[in-house]
């Protein structure tokens, strides 16, 4: 089982009890496999069918998120319980589907599993992306998932 914090916890709780296909990538989907650093939001990409889209509208409703903040490749919301970014396509994996291909189920505590991308899709997505924050956390990232 995972150490992952509360807030994150209770996003994927509410998430996965409405029921949400979802994936979690990013900084959190590290922290499963074993990564020791810290991540501030919850990375997810979502399955984009009208009935899974109605299931995560429900998930915010329920967690009282904010008015959007839309960026080049996804969507954020402040939720009562942390900021939730929604992920539509990652530099160097592509959309839900290419995530899914690799990802696995993990339980993060007792009667809460949910799908992680895989951990060489978090590297490879990370380097992609390029920014300073995630080249600066990658060697531990590789170091802590055993990639190096």
Not at 10 to 21: D, S
Not at 104 to 124: K, Y
Request: proline share 3%; net charge neutral; charged share 25%.
């Amino acid at each position: 089982m995972s150490a992952l914090g509360n807030p994150h916890k209770g996003l994927l709780r509410v998430l996965t009890a409405c029921g949400v296909k979802f994936i979690v990538i990013g900084g959190v989907a590290a922290q499963v496999h074993g990564w020791q650093g810290a991540t501030l939001d919850l990375d997810i990409t979502v399955s984009t069918t009208e009935d899974n889209v109605r299931r995560l509208n429900s998930a915010l409703k329920q967690l009282g998120a904010g008015p959007p903040a839309v960026g080049a490749f996804g969507t954020a919301f402040q939720t009562r319980l942390g900021r939730l970014e929604i992920v539509g396509r990652a530099d160097g994996i592509g959309e839900y589907e290419d995530w899914a291909r690799r990802a696995q189920s993990e339980t993060v505590e007792r009667g809460l599993s949910i799908l992680v991308a895989d951990p060489g899709d978090v590297v490879r997505s990370k380097e992609a992306a390029g920014r300073a924050k995630d080249l600066d956390v990658l060697p531990q990232i590789r170091i802590d998932l055993g990639l190096d």
